[in-house]
């Protein structure tokens, strides 16, 4: 499967913004999506991930309130709306998918596919 991210963008604080993650290729729906993220001199961290089936969502507690993952499986694309953005939150922003089942799948190395990320730059 191949995946693009897109709507990133320079926002300030308390803004908005959604994150599209559009995928082609093999079934989307067999996929767990995942979303993660890299701050200048940090290491990629975990976000958010939705479950293939029932759409369970886990977040990362730092987002936890005030991020969304959701998926629309028609349109082959994952979401990752996210309101009260705070200069904290600013990062390259990618997604992520496998469909080998892995029982939870907070860690980067437990995804098969990434996008190419999007750029999220929050202004104090």
């Known amino acids: 499967v191949q995946l693009q991210a897109f709507g990133g963008g320079l926002v300030q604080a308390g803004g908005s913004l959604r994150l599209s993650c559009a995928a082609s290729g093999r079934t989307f729906s067999r996929y767990v999506m995942g979303w993660f993220r890299q701050a200048p001199g940090k290491e990629r961290e975990f976000v958010a991930y939705?479950?293939?089936?029932?759409?369970?969502?886990y977040y990362a507690d730092s987002v936890k309130g005030r991020f969304t993952i959701s998926r629309d499986n028609a349109k082959n694309t994952a979401y990752l709306q996210m309101i009260s953005l705070k200069p904290e939150d600013t990062a390259i922003y990618y997604c992520?998918?496998?469909?080998?089942?892995?029982?939870?799948?907070?860690?980067?190395?437990?995804?098969?596919?990434w996008g190419q990320g999007t750029q999220v730059t929050v202004s104090s």
């Open positions: 992520a998918a496998t469909e080998t089942y892995r029982g939870s799948y907070y860690s980067t190395d437990l995804y098969d596919y």
């Open positions: 939705i479950t293939r089936i029932t759409g369970t969502t």
